[in-house]
T-cell receptor, first 110, second 114 residues
Framework: GENVEQHPSTLSVQEGDSAVIKCTYS??????FPWYKQELGKGPQLIID?????GEKKDQRIAVTLNKTAKHFSLHITETQPEDSAVYFC?????????FGKGTMLLVSP | GAGVSQSPSNKVTEKGKDVELRCDPI?????LYWYRQSLGQGLEFLIY????????KSGLPSDRFSAERTGGSVSTLTIQRTQQEDSAVYLC????????????FGPGTRLTVL
C-alpha cells in the first residue's frame, strides 16, 4: 500500500516568514495529493490539492509543488500569520481512500 | 449549509464497556469514512462506505470494532469491550463522490477509556 512520510513534525516560524512542509510517497501511480489543515478541536479541512498533470498550484499565500520523479510534494506558505498556526497533513491515494502523513504542527509567533 | 456532524463530542467510558459513535454526513454525499487520530499521530483509516457497495473494513484494528451505515446516510461506529488503547479522537468524513475527491470532516468524538 501507499506509504506517506511527512517532515518536519514541528515547525516554528516568525510572523511574516515562509514555511515549507515536505512529503514523500511510495506509489508511483499516485495522482492526487491534497493538503489538510486541522485547527485545535476541529476536523481537518482541505486547503489545497494538486493532481499529477501539473507541477505547481498556487492559491494566494499557499502553494503546492509536485516532483513525480522524486515522488515528493511540498506545501509552501508565504507571509505566515498567527492564524496559520495549526496541524497540516499531506495525503496520497491509498487502496480505497487517502493515506495521510503524521502531520506537521506549525507555530507562527507574532 | 450543514457540515458533517458527530456525536457525542466527548465520551468517557470504563474499560470493558461498549460505545457507539454517530456520524451524520453531508446530505447527498455517497462516500463516508471513519478515521482514528491518536495523540501525535496521523489519521488512521478504519472503514469506508460507498453507496450500496460492501464497505471496505480493511482498516479496522480488531473484531471489537464494527460500523454500519443505514439508508446510505447516518453511520454508527461501535467499539465493544473497550480497552485503554482505544482512547483517541474518532473522525468521520464524507465526500460527494467516490475516489480521490475532497473529504469533509466532522469535528470528531474524543473517546477516553479509563
Amino acid at each position: 500500500g501507499e506509504n506517506v512520510e511527512q517532515h518536519p513534525s514541528t515547525l516554528s516560524v516568525q510572523e511574516g516568514d515562509s514555511a515549507v512542509i515536505k512529503c514523500t510517497y511510495s506509489d508511483s501511480a499516485s495522482n492526487y495529493f491534497p493538503w489538510y489543515k486541522q485547527e485545535l478541536g476541529k476536523g481537518p479541512q482541505l486547503i489545497i490539492d494538486i493532481r499529477s498533470n501539473v507541477g505547481e498550484k498556487k492559491d494566494q499565500r499557499i502553494a503546492v509543488t509536485l516532483n513525480k520523479t522524486a515522488k515528493h510534494f511540498s506545501l509552501h506558505i508565504t507571509e505566515t500569520q498567527p492564524e496559520d498556526s495549526a496541524v497540516y497533513f499531506c495525503a496520497a491515494p491509498g487502496y480505497s481512500t487517502l493515506t495521510f502523513g503524521k502531520g506537521t504542527m506549525l507555530l507562527v509567533s507574532p | 449549509g450543514a457540515g458533517v456532524s458527530q456525536s457525542p463530542s466527548n465520551k468517557v467510558t470504563e474499560k470493558g464497556k461498549d460505545v457507539e459513535l454517530r456520524c451524520d454526513p453531508i446530505s447527498g454525499h455517497t462516500a463516508l469514512y471513519w478515521y482514528r487520530q491518536s495523540l501525535g499521530q496521523g489519521l488512521e483509516f478504519l472503514i469506508y462506505f460507498q453507496g450500496n457497495s460492501a464497505p471496505d473494513k480493511s482498516g479496522l484494528p480488531s473484531d471489537r470494532f464494527s460500523a454500519e451505515r443505514t439508508g446510505g446516510s447516518v453511520s454508527t461506529l461501535t467499539i465493544q469491550r473497550t480497552q485503554q488503547e482505544d482512547s483517541a479522537v474518532y473522525l468521520c468524513a464524507s465526500s460527494r463522490l467516490a475516489g480521490y475527491n475532497e473529504q469533509f470532516f466532522g469535528p470528531g468524538t474524543r473517546l477516553t477509556v479509563l
